[in-house]
């Protein structure tokens, strides 16, 4: 199974602030990665598609990047709304895996 | 609007079975691949297993095969997940979730909002 490795697995940072998550996968998946928010209490999200594509709706201060065994998942400013736990996800190979979470709070 | 409702979660005893189930509208169910993703409290997310539009053709993860069915009713616009030999390690939100393939990407884009299943003595 391809093992899918996120960090840092929690953050805090304030309103505004540029955030940035990794996800290392195990071994060269393309750019067959999506990533998903998770509010709390709440199913996830879908927010980012094929590494770099944002899904419809979503606002354009996240953003995705990366190809082969490196990603990153970017909110260029962040807003109070945003805390959740977002994960990566490779569709590369089944079964589909997920990293373990990354949780962002507010500083 | 796509709407997925999961139902047939509870307490259930080791070694025991539970069938989930999962309501879809909004969307022709017929065309799209639908999967099963778990989650423990506290936890990450897990994929369990995915069914083909047709049925044809179904796949797990490795921790439920031989112990968990997923099956479709499109004339009812039904997924299900058939759980048997349940174990503590079982439990979790499941949630059901829309698998969107367009040109070789994959994606969960819609997802319900999870069945509780608790495997405990």
């Known amino acids: 199974d391809i093992q899918m490795t996120q960090s840092p697995s929690s953050l805090s940072a304030s309103v505004g602030d540029r955030v940035t998550i990794t996800c290392q996968a195990s071994q060269d998946i393309s750019s067959y990665l999506n990533w998903y928010q998770q509010r709390p209490g709440k199913a996830p999200k879908l927010l980012i598609y094929?590494?770099?594509n944002l899904e419809t709706g979503v606002p354009s201060r996240f953003s995705g990047s990366g190809s082969g065994t490196v990603f990153t998942f970017t909110i260029s400013s962040l807003q109070p709304e945003d805390i959740a736990t977002y994960f990566c996800?490779?569709?590369?190979?089944?079964?589909?895996?997920f990293g373990q979470g990354t949780k962002l709070e507010i500083k | 609007e796509v709407q997925l409702v999961e139902s047939g979660g509870g307490l259930v005893q080791p070694g025991g079975s539970l069938r989930l189930s999962c309501a879809a509208s909004?969307?022709?169910?017929?065309?799209?691949?639908m999967s099963w993703v778990r989650q423990a409290p506290g936890k990450g997310l897990e994929w369990v297993a995915n069914?083909?539009?047709?049925?044809?053709?179904?796949y797990y993860v490795g921790s439920v095969k031989g112990r968990f069915t997923i099956s479709r009713d499109s004339a009812k616009n039904s997924l299900f997940l058939q759980m048997n030999s349940l174990r503590a390690e079982d439990t979790a939100v499941y949630y059901c979730a829309r698998e969107s393939r367009w040109r070789g990407s994959y994606r969960f884009d819609s997802w319900g909002q999870g069945t509780l299943v608790t495997v405990s003595s």
């Open positions: 069914i083909k539009p047709d049925g044809s053709e179904k």
């Open positions: 909004g969307f022709t169910f017929s065309s799209y691949y």
């Open positions: 094929d590494a770099s």
């Open positions: 996800q490779q569709f590369d190979n089944l079964p589909y895996t």
